[in-house]
Nanobody, 122 residues
Framework: QVQLVESGGGLVQAGGSLRLSCQAS????????MGWFRQAPGKEREPVAS????????YYRDSVKGRFTISRDNAKNAAYLQMNSLKPEDTAVYYC???????????????WGQGTQVTVSS
């Protein structure tokens, strides 16, 4: 069984930065793609970024390109989301997910974390 624990969320002013971390347990992390998703109040959960098993391929939703960076450290069983130039519309609960297979395909999820709140004030 895989457990994913997010941390690093909080309250930040517009233009600020946060770094989210996702600590994974289990032996499948290094061979799996990882993704970050978010869900704002009253909206559906949406993909934000994904990364393949080796860290060589990444994808981002258009609205965060150039501002967010996804990365991973397989030696630490951890994934990260560096968020810069934050905007009020980035406010949401952010979820870490382990993807099926080793690719950065955010359409298939094996495991979810519990989420961490990110609030960006204007």
């Amino acid at each position: 069984q895989v457990q994913l624990v997010e941390s690093g969320g909080g309250l930040v002013q517009a233009g600020g930065s946060l770094r989210l971390s996702c600590q994974a347990s289990g032996r499948t992390f290094s061979g799996s793609g990882m993704g970050w998703f978010r869900q704002a109040p009253g909206k559906e959960r949406e993909p934000v970024a994904s990364i393949n098993w080796s860290g060589t391929t990444t994808y981002y939703r258009d609205s965060v390109k150039g501002r967010f960076t996804i990365s991973r450290d397989n030696a630490k069983n951890a994934a990260y989301l560096q968020m810069n130039s934050l905007k009020p519309e980035d406010t949401a609960v952010y979820y870490c997910a382990q993807l099926k297979g080793g690719f950065a395909d955010w359409s298939t999820i094996d495991y979810w974390g519990q989420g961490t709140q990110v609030t960006v004030s204007s």
